[in-house]
């Protein structure tokens, strides 16, 4: 059973440049959230998709969007890219049909922004 | 707001020997669950150990337990029997009821066993 895959596992990118990141859920799950991992703080929430539409977003600016496709698999897109963007991009999935909701993550994506 | 604080960056502990990780937290909501996540050097986060807000009962899983305090805000980890491979990140998280995504993280603590 593949658990929570994500590519690619490491991205260098230069400011301005757009990027997207790949996330492919646990088999048998349907909802997939993103998160932001900084250097030395804890993840921050990004935003979540369920049924191909984004149902909750955190306090990130328009320039991060997403898309999840029939499959359940998910993409994180970043325009305009910042220095301040470099971090550990983790996908984490779960679906509401568990009782307990568990998230599963990702091993992550590395992004480094010149 | 809620918010996560973990007032420890590093913690260290012999091998065999018991370490408590501390976090705080701060919310509104009477409902809600709490967790602790192992991040190793391989970066996939793990989930240690879950705690429902409503049930007093602390958690235990195997080496892993909690002293949840409900009043005080606080859900600290407990790591008995310590291992080398219990190094790692350790990070508290928060979740409010009938939220399925949105989990807010502490800052972590940094876990270094020594053998």
């Known amino acids: 059973d593949a658990g929570v895959t994500q590519s690619p596992t490491h991205l260098i990118k230069t400011r301005g440049q757009q990027v997207t990141l790949r996330c492919s859920p646990k088999s048998g799950h349907d909802t997939v959230s993103w998160y932001q991992q900084a250097l030395g703080q804890g993840p921050q929430f990004i935003f979540q998709y369920y049924e191909e539409e984004e149902r909750q977003r955190g306090n990130f600016p328009d320039r991060f969007s997403g898309h999840q496709f029939p499959n359940y698999s998910s993409e994180l897109n970043v325009n305009a890219l910042l220095l301040g963007d470099s971090a550990l991009y983790l996908c984490a999935s779960s679906t509401p049909r568990d009782r307990d909701n568990e998230q599963f993550f990702g091993p992550g994506t590395r992004l480094t922004v010149l | 707001a809620q918010t996560v604080t973990q007032s420890q960056p590093e913690m260290s502990v012999q091998e065999a020997e018991t370490v408590t990780l501390s976090c705080t937290y701060d919310t509104s909501e009477s409902d809600y669950y709490l967790f602790w996540y192992k991040q190793p050097p391989s970066r996939q986060m793990i989930l240690v150990i879950r705690q429902e807000a409503y049930k007093q009962q602390n958690a235990t899983e195997n080496r892993f337990s909690v002293n949840f305090q409900k009043a005080a805000k606080s859900f600290s980890l407990k790591i008995s029997d310590s291992q080398l491979g219990d190094a790692a990140m350790y990070f508290c998280?928060?979740?409010?009821?009938?939220?399925?995504?949105?989990?807010?993280f502490g800052k972590g603590t940094k876990l270094s066993v020594k053998p």
């Open positions: 998280a928060y979740r409010r009821e009938g939220s399925q995504g949105n989990l807010i």
